[in-house]
């Protein structure tokens, strides 16, 4: 017996096998897999209290129009409406941005790359500027987080983290999903969305940016999510080092 494919979707329909688009996530080698699990052992045992004295950091691209694919619902042979449409310009202002979070400020900073960041860069427009005297990482018990980044883990780096006393936590390789200013960067993209300002510039998108990233309303949700943290190293363990089960951010923060 033969049947077409459209049939055959609405068999599955039927069945209750809705097609979804397939979400993407990030490749783990089993090397660090291992590495993983090995560092959120060696972290099994902190609580909130300890991660409530970890600065987080990181960089991100913005961009003016939401990325990925949008979808609608409409009846087969009606029209589109201006509605229906998303609407591109066609020279797209984005910059890159550096930011740094904790749990008792919520955004601490957040400043724009403006050239590509090598090390020396990364010294002379980031850590002098805005690591080097935050009163936070001159406490007793107190860390500086950043990735794996070529730019994050040259010796020049080290040795300036090391001179200024300043103490690292020890980071596992491909593992964006632990740290909570992932989700923040999510948070950040979604309200330039939904402002649907006309940020015609570099600058006015970097104002904006500015002024979801230090609101209430973000320190909130960074506080929320610092709770989290426990939770991830606990996923990691449980699974061996593979990929969390990673928070998508909207209005409220909901397991995926």
Not at 21 to 47: G, V
Not at 62 to 76: A, D, N, P, Q
Not at 168 to 174: C, G, R, T
Not at 237 to 253: S, T
Request: hydrophobic share 35%.
């Amino acid at each position: 017996m033969q049947a077409s494919d459209q049939t055959f979707r609405n068999t599955l329909d039927d069945l209750g096998y809705l097609a979804r688009k397939m979400p993407s996530t990030y490749f783990i080698t089993e090397i660090n897999k291992q590495k993983r699990t090995e560092q959120a052992l060696d972290k099994a045992d902190w609580t909130n209290n300890d991660y409530q004295k970890v600065q987080f950091t990181d960089e991100s691209q913005l961009k003016c129009t939401k990325s990925g694919t949008m979808w609608i619902r409409k009846k087969e042979g009606d029209q589109f409406t201006p509605k229906m449409v998303t609407y591109k310009k066609q020279f797209e202002n984005k910059i890159m941005i550096w930011g740094m979070i904790n749990y008792y400020y919520g955004g601490v900073a957040l400043c724009r790359i403006d050239e590509k960041l090598n090390a020396q860069n990364y010294i002379n427009q980031i850590l002098d500027v805005h690591v080097k005297d935050n009163v936070h990482l001159k406490k007793r018990g107190f860390f500086f987080q950043q990735d794996n980044a070529p730019c994050h883990s040259a010796k020049t780096v080290s040795n300036w983290l090391e001179s200024h006393k300043i103490k690292v936590l020890k980071w596992p390789a491909q593992s964006p999903g632990l740290s909570p200013i992932e989700q923040v960067w999510s948070f950040l993209k979604d309200e330039l969305w939904k402002s649907n300002k006309d940020l015609d510039s570099q600058d006015d998108l970097f104002k904006e940016a500015e002024l979801i990233f230090y609101s209430k309303k973000c320190k909130d949700l960074i506080k929320t999510l610092f709770q989290t943290i426990p939770m991830r190293i606990n996923q990691i363990i449980d699974g061996q080092g593979q990929q969390l089960n990673i928070f998508k951010l909207n209005e409220n923060i909901i397991q995926e």
